[in-house]
């Protein structure tokens, strides 16, 4: 197989949706670890109080 036709399958409906679901994926990567430390802060000040 030669590196242009898998380029041209990959620029296709196929690649969009591969690179949708990248996308999606980094971005639902970011959420997790703010909301992680938003958790850790929460908590954080917390345990200063008490």
Known sequence: ???SSLFS???GPLGDEI???A????A???CL???V???DMFMDNSNEMG
Not at 23 to 26: I, K, R, S
């Open 33 to 35: 670890v703010a909301v």
């Open 9 to 11: 399958s990959l620029g």
């Open 28 to 30: 639902g990567c970011i």
């Open 19 to 21: 690179l949708v679901w």
């Open 23 to 26: 996308v999606a994926a980094v």
């Open 37 to 39: 430390n938003v958790l």
């Open 1 to 3: 197989m030669e590196l």
